[in-house]
T-cell receptor, first 112, second 112 residues
Framework: GNSVTQMEGPVTLSEEAFLTINCTYT??????LFWYVQYPGEGLQLLLK?????DKGSNKGFEATYRKETTSFHLEKGSVQVSDSAVYFC???????????FGGGTRLMVKP | DAGITQSPRHKVTETGTPVTLRCHQT?????MYWYRQDPGHGLRLIHY???????DKGEVSDGYSVSRSKTEDFLLTLESATSSQTSVYFC???????????FGDGTRLSIL
């Protein structure tokens, strides 16, 4: 079946540092890929998505590129802020598009 | 924010009692989902619905049942709660399959 593997956290960075959170996946067919963010006490919010190979999703300074050859969808941001502190989840759809499989989540802590 | 309301937001109950969680949406989306979130597991799909009275199982459906008698409401029932079902439960909606899911704020359920 499908699976998503994320780097374990917490990831602790200073403000304005460069962020990479690794995500690799195993899937049949051509899934869509997503990054969701969860702030404390809240539900998940869609951060960005990519629907086919070589697509780049971007939002709020975050980017991720759908790499089919390496089955990866790494999240990057050039300069993090304290307000980016949250838990980040990588996810993919099944072939029917009616189920999401999530990674275990990576907690990001940004210090002033 | 997507119009999703989960109730109750917090519940503490005893082993063996029945529990029903409600998800209400005002977006008229076709798909609704129930997930549970546990440390280290990300979110795992319990059940989902693709229309009124149309439901299907997810990854971790044992011990749970669902019902959808109206487009706007999706109920999750634990017939006889067990301590292993202590978790945070999230409802999500999407306009159709292969579309991004939008999440409610969650229900924290503790079973003693």
């Amino acid at each position: 079946g499908n699976s998503v593997t994320q780097m374990e956290g917490p990831v602790t960075l200073s403000e304005e540092a460069f962020l990479t959170i690794n995500c690799t996946y195993t899937a049949t067919g051509y899934p869509s890929l997503f990054w969701y963010v969860q702030y404390p006490g809240e539900g998940l919010q869609l951060l960005l998505k990519a629907t086919k190979a070589d697509d780049k999703g971007s939002n709020k300074g975050f980017e991720a590129t759908y790499r089919k050859e390496t089955t990866s969808f790494h999240l990057e941001k050039g300069s993090v802020q304290v307000s980016d502190s949250a838990v980040y989840f990588c996810a993919l759809t099944n072939n029917a598009g009616n189920m999401l499989t999530f990674g275990g989540g990576t907690r990001l802590m940004v210090k002033p | 924010d997507a119009g999703i309301t989960q109730s109750p937001r917090h519940k503490v109950t005893e082993t063996g009692t029945p529990v029903t969680l409600r998800c209400h949406q005002t977006e008229n989306h076709r798909y609704m989902y129930w997930y549970r979130q546990d440390p280290g597991h990300g979110l795992r799909l319990i059940h989902y619905s693709y229309g009124v009275k149309d439901t299907d199982k997810g990854e971790v459906s044992d011990g749970y049942s669902v019902s959808r008698s109206k487009t706007e409401d999706f109920l999750l029932t634990l017939e006889s709660a067990t301590s292993s079902q202590t978790s945070v439960y999230f409802c999500a909606i999407s306009v159709d399959r292969n579309q991004p899911q939008h999440f409610g704020d969650g229900t924290r359920l503790s079973i003693l």
